[in-house]
């Protein structure tokens, strides 16, 4: 096994549970100058100063997604504006974005733990790294290609799509690694199995990078056979992170055992989201998470909405990080779309703008080719004309909305379902 920093990657756990300890109670008075973070430790009655012992922890409030949109763009900073240097944001619940800021420290701490990461996957310094994730205000991309240089790997930032391209790029370059959905590595295979290459003969990829969406044991070992990974000696490895953490932050190391939470950057705890009790080692629970590490933005006691199970055990690769073993659903109602976080209330957002569009609707999750597809499915309002034009404007507004291509169809008036109680607006007829 290799490592980037072995030191801090090894380091025991109880050092590493003082060290928590000791950032943790610094975040607190950090954040405490906020106005926003102020307010919401005295109306909870805890000052940053109470923190004494461990188990203090749990007086410190969550802090919840609708914080940051709601004080949006910069009501959660905690740093100095004048030491921003890089702005990320995904899309909300509203319309309204999710951000995150970053000082020269906070990329570095994110470049850090992104090379940790590659490396305990396999990455060596030699390799030709295809990077697929998508550029641009959403983190990902920009979270792989840091990392990887800090490695020292040869990035190709391709960004996503683009097939036939990818593919060229990877028999003219020998690439060993590619990075992107785990839904697009999937693609990948099977279009170039259509163009007549076989990626376990004529390709040379060893090492699959993949996040940004729930993916199955079934499904990865079809893209580690598929994709010729562990023929080539390697295997595909997972990725986890959340914006309000500051992007993609954890993957499986080569053991696969479980998905490495860096302890000394990030503080776990595993709750029962009705109790709020730390869950039994081994059990399901909702993963809340605190920044230790951040300066602009950090963001204490994250109720990340993610059930989880976790394991505290030190790995087979001699790590003794936390380690995310197995993921049950999500406690919201988000769904995720090929690494795209989609809200049914995003949608309803855009539709019920139009007085043309009745509030009778539903979104339908496809599969194609192994790429995921959404189809907004609306009945128009009594006496409305709803032409092509105005159907090819709306899928712009959506797409922009949500950051996903989604088609809509308008469906005649009374063919859609009623509901007397909740209602389902999501049909999801993917595999």
Avoid at 305 to 316: E, H, N, P, R, W
Wanted: contains cysteine.
């Amino acid at each position: 096994m290799s490592f980037f920093e072995q030191n801090w990657e090894t380091m025991p756990q109880d050092q590493l549970r003082e060290l928590q300890f000791k950032k943790f109670k610094m975040q607190a008075r950090h954040v405490y100058g906020s106005p926003f973070f102020k307010k919401r430790f005295d109306e909870a009655g805890f000052h940053p100063d109470d923190l004494r012992a461990w188990e203090d922890i749990k007086k410190v409030p969550f802090t919840y997604k609708t914080d940051l949109r709601d004080n949006y763009p910069t009501g959660l900073l905690s740093g100095k504006w004048d030491d921003v240097v890089r702005i990320h944001m995904t899309s909300g619940t509203t319309g309204v974005p999710t951000p995150m800021v970053y000082t020269k420290n906070d990329l570095d701490v994110w470049r850090r733990c992104m090379a940790r990461n590659f490396i305990a996957g396999g990455l060596q310094k030699g390799d030709v790294v295809q990077q697929a994730h998508g550029l641009g205000l959403f983190t990902g991309g920009f979270g792989f290609h840091y990392g990887l240089e800090h490695v020292g790997a040869k990035v190709i930032p391709t960004g996503a799509g683009g097939s036939d391209r990818q593919l060229r790029l990877m028999q003219e370059w020998g690439t060993t690694v590619f990075t992107g959905t785990p839904s697009y590595a999937a693609y990948m295979a099977e279009f170039a199995l259509e163009r007549g290459i076989d990626p376990v003969k004529d390709l040379k990829l060893r090492l699959g990078f993949h996040g940004g969406e729930p993916c199955s044991d079934e499904l990865r070992e079809r893209i580690d056979n598929r994709l010729g990974y562990r023929a080539h000696g390697g295997g595909m490895r997972r990725c986890y992170g959340l914006t309000e953490m500051g992007g993609p932050i954890s993957m499986d190391c080569e053991a696969v055992t479980g998905i490495h939470i860096w302890a000394d950057h990030y503080l776990v705890e595993v709750l029962d989201p009705e109790t709020l009790d730390d869950v039994v080692p081994g059990k399901p629970g909702e993963l809340v998470m605190s920044n230790l590490s951040f300066e602009a933005m950090p963001i204490l006691r994250y109720r990340t909405g993610d059930k989880v199970v976790v394991s505290f055990d030190t790995c087979a690769c001699g790590r003794t990080h936390p380690r995310i073993t197995g993921f049950v659903g999500r406690v919201d109602d988000m769904i995720l779309v090929s690494g795209t976080n989609i809200f049914p209330s995003q949608v309803e957002y855009v539709l019920l703008k139009h007085p043309e569009l009745s509030e009778n609707w539903r979104l339908i999750v496809g599969e194609e080719k192994g790429l995921h597809t959404l189809k907004a499915e609306i009945e128009p309002a009594a006496g409305a004309q709803i032409d092509e034009r105005f159907v090819a404007n709306l899928e712009k507004e959506l797409h922009s909305n949500l950051e996903k291509k989604c088609a809509v169809e308008i469906k005649p008036v009374g063919t859609l379902p009623r509901f007397e109680g909740k209602a389902v607006r999501v049909v999801d007829q993917r595999n």
